[in-house]
């Protein structure tokens, strides 16, 4: 700074100091002139000359070196050529400490004698006002408000702050986006443009225009707003308060769409069965309860129900045998199925009817109003839809079911017990052969009778030794030789005449009295297998085994005490076992049982095999040498394509798993050559004999050709190929 002597024109004290000093910010007066500073005031002086300095230091010195913005130079050049328009900007400067500040600095020409007295001439106030504390403090200003807009943007929320006028202040891009605001209204801020493209979007703005902003008293909760499309927000609404004071609003909203659609989606899932997309055992128990509460609808079809009530019928279909068709033919093949069955099943009902699945293989159809007519009408359309054939991939087969019905409110006015009769009554109708539909039944004081009088009448029978076993030989498929034989009971009552097993063996395992019975036949055979053995035929007897007889908790030692009592050798008895027997088999404790009867080295197999749901994985782990496949899917070979694959991929199975097969129920030729075409151990059926007494079976038995204790056992070569 150059700083040329000149004789102070504003001293201390003139009125030209006096009048700077009275100035809040650093100022001095300099002629237009030379640009000397003529006057200037402590601040001027401290910020322009150093700490501590008078203003005595500045006069003379050059106005535009004092401050030398490009703008200050800019002016003095223009003031030079005759600009005297004044000067107000904000600027830096740089001070004597050494610091650049940020400035407000005015520049004017004021017209003022110089002296007393003297005329006055231009001078030129240059006034300079520090804003570092104001800058600084508008930084901080900033930097909070760019992090309030980052927080803002963050949130997955719209938000929008609306004044105490309801005026929107600031919003978020998530709002602009939620409500599809066009980018024009962004940065417009147009209240009211804004407010119309806001209600523009609701689906009802009739309904919500005035919910959507209008200021909100405190602790309002959320509200849910449908927009245009069907998205649903959710709004939360809380006051802005400033100093304690409300100030107006702070709205989030949130976009519900998703989350209400997933949960949608959990409630349809929960309530339906994925496979086929029909109700599930829950939703068909609502169905129930809500046609059994609801008033009866008088305008429709066949009720003859209380008054008041509503009458309905419960259908249970079961398919019969597809547990097998699952684990033989696959999953896969097993959906197709099952989505084939429903729209089969469908096709039979009327609107309004319910068509559920309730377990693997298991439908239950609801129909209201009915009545037992109605029922068994639809029962017999079901039936015979069902059964037309139905092809999977380049499988035709055929398929049965069986129906159990029940009816409200006669056989009870909850879901859980009607569907509780409809499946016991689906049940009678499976042990009595399949195929067919039955109305539940109470079992009536007559039943109780009928059945209290066979049971007295088989332990009658037991004891005067009216039972007897007849023998069912079964063959080798290979040689065509008698390999064994199966001791089926047979009874004649003195007033009844000849009682079937299917008959009174069910009522004998309701009662108990089948574990004596079964003693019973369990010497008896062993019995004639020991006289047998002693003629010199070593032949194999099978006696069956009900489910009760097995889990006594004796069973095995009642095995070994008859083979020791009657001294033959183990081997010479079979046991066939059900599937159900290892049903429920917590603990292991059956497992355990047959293996001791193996230990024993009897032989074990299972009965009516394909009925139940042995897995393979369970089949492998047990000590059961051999399978008989059951009647029903011997029925219709060699046509039926599904019993032909089903009985093929048995008898693979049993390959892999070195055990033998045989077919019971083979009543043809053709069934026959299948079977030995297909690899099958041994055949059993009204082919070759049905169960014989003793003597009829006796003469059959010289064709066997070679008396000796093992060719019986023998196994066909195609079994040996895999061993487990
Ligand atoms: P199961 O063990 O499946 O016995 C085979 C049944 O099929 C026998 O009926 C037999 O006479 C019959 N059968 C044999 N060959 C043919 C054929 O070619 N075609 C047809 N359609 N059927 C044939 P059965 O003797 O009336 O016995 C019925 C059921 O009673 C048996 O079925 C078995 O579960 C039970 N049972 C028989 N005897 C006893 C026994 O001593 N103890 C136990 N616990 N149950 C027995
Ligand atoms: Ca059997
Ligand atoms: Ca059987």
């Known amino acids: 700074m150059t700083a040329r002597p000149l004789r102070p024109v504003a001293p201390p004290g003139h009125p030209l100091a006096l009048l700077l000093g009275g100035l809040p910010h650093a100022a001095w007066l300099a002629r237009l002139e030379d640009r000397r500073i003529v006057a200037a005031n402590a601040e001027a002086a401290r910020w322009f000359a150093g700490e501590g300095a008078t203003p005595e230091a500045l006069l003379g010195c050059a106005a535009d070196a004092v401050a030398a913005s490009p703008e200050d130079l800019a002016w003095w050049l223009g003031a030079s050529h005759g600009d005297r328009s004044p000067l107000y900007s904000d600027t830096l400067v740089g001070t004597r400490d050494g610091r650049t500040r940020p400035v407000s600095r005015s520049i004017r020409v004021v017209e003022l004698p110089l002296h007393e007295g003297a005329p006055a001439e231009p001078l030129v106030l240059v006034t300079v006002q520090d804003r570092s504390a104001e800058v600084a403090l508008q930084g901080q200003r900033e930097e909070l408000l760019a992090e309030l807009q980052g927080t803002l943007e963050a949130t997955a929320d719209g938000i929008v702050v609306t004044d105490l006028a309801g005026r929107l202040r600031v919003f978020n891009r998530r709002f602009a986006e939620l409500f599809e605001l066009p980018e024009a209204l962004l940065s417009q801020g147009d209240d009211a443009a804004l407010r119309d493209a806001l209600v523009s979007r609701l689906a009802q703005p009739a309904a919500d225009a005035r919910r959507l902003l209008a200021p909100v008293p405190e602790g309002v909760g959320s509200e849910r707003f449908e927009l245009q499309g069907g998205r649903i927000l959710e709004r939360v609404a809380r006051p802005l308060l400033q100093d304690g004071r409300g100030n107006g609003s702070v709205w989030s909203f949130r976009d519900l769409t998703e989350r209400l659609a997933s949960a949608q989606r959990i409630e349809t899932l929960s309530r339906t069965d994925p496979l086929t997309g029909l109700a599930n055992r829950g939703s068909l128990a609502e169905h129930v309860r809500r046609l059994l509460e609801a008033p009866p609808e008088p305008g429709r079809g066949a009720g003859r129900a209380e008054p008041g009530t509503t009458s309905l019928s419960l259908l249970v279909v079961d398919l019969d045998r597809f547990g097998y068709i699952n684990d033989t033919l696959g999953h896969e093949v097993g959906n197709e199925v099952l989505l084939d069955v429903a729209r089969r099943i469908q096709s039979c009902l009327r609107k309004g009817d319910l068509l559920a699945r309730v377990g693997g293989d298991q439908f239950a159809i609801v129909v209201s109003p009915a009545d037992t007519a109605f029922a068994e009408k639809l029962a017999a359309r079901v039936l015979a839809e069902v059964k037309k054939p139905c092809t999977v991939g380049d499988a035709t087969f055929t398929l049965t079911c069986s129906i159990g019905v029940a009816l409200a409110p006669s056989h009870g006015r909850e879901a859980d017990p009607l569907m509780r009769r409809a499946e016991q009554a689906m049940r009678a109708v499976k042990d009595a052969g399949r195929g067919n539909w039955r109305l539940h039944q109470a079992r009536t004081e007559v039943d109780w009778r009928s059945h209290m009088k066979l049971d007295h009448a088989m332990r009658q029978a037991l004891v005067s030794n009216r039972f007897r076993l007849n023998y069912q030989p079964q063959v080798s498929l290979e040689t065509g030789a008698i390999t064994g034989a199966e001791a089926l009971l047979r009874w004649r009552d003195p007033e009844m005449g000849e009682v079937p097993p299917g008959r009174f063996i069910k009522v004998a395992e309701d009662s108990g009295f089948i574990v004596q019975l079964g003693e019973w036949v369990l010497r008896t055979a062993v019995g004639q297998a020991a006289r047998w053995h002693a003629q010199g035929r070593g032949l194999p007897v099978a006696v069956n085994v009900s489910a009760l007889q097995f889990q006594q908790n004796h069973f095995v030692e009642r095995v070994a005490e008859s083979i020791e ?160």
């Open 565 to 724: 009592m009657a001294g033959i050798p183990p081997r010479l008895l079979e046991l066939e076992l059900t599937e159900s027997i290892l049903l429920h088999d917590e603990g292991g404790e059956m497992l355990k049982r047959l293996e001791a009867l193996a230990r024993l080295g009897v032989q074990m197999s299972i009965d009516d095999f394909g009925t139940g749901y042995s897995s393979l994985a369970y089949l492998k782990r047990i000590p059961v040498s051999k399978l008989k496949i059951d009647r029903a899917f011997i029925a219709g070979l060699p046509d039926d394509d599904g019993n032909a694959a089903i009985v093929r991929a048995i008898l693979q199975m049993a390959r892999a798993l070195g055990k033998t097969v045989i077919a019971e129920g083979v009543e043809s030729e053709a069934q026959r050559q299948f079977l030995q075409d297909s690899g099958c151990d041994e055949f059993q059926g009204w082919l070759y004999a049905p169960a014989l007494d003793v003597l009829s079976f006796e003469q059959r038995l010289p064709i066997l050709a070679d008396p000796s204790p093992t060719p019986h056992r023998r196994r066909s070569p195609r079994i040996r190929l895999v061993s487990g």
